[in-house]
């Protein structure tokens, strides 16, 4: 079963709101460290932002940049 970082960031920007990894692993029907893998890759090359989530302290919620057209 393949995930691909476009899959994700596109999945990430059909979600549009701040959300972790495990949820938006889930709601793709994919496994968690694919997409995880995917977020961390997609944050390294700055198309996607993340914060600390403020209940687990080791967690991040991923967001899609805004998109200026």
Do not use: F, G, H
């Amino acid at each position: 079963m393949s995930c691909t970082r476009a899959e994700t960031l596109r999945a990430l920007r059909i979600w549009n709101a701040p959300v972790s990894t495990a949820t938006l692993a889930e709601w793709m029907r994919k496994p968690r460290y694919l997409v995880s893998c995917n977020l961390t890759a997609l944050y390294a090359r700055d198309l996607i932002d993340r914060d600390q989530d403020p209940i687990y302290r080791n967690r991040y919620l991923y967001k899609p940049k805004q998109v200026n057209a």
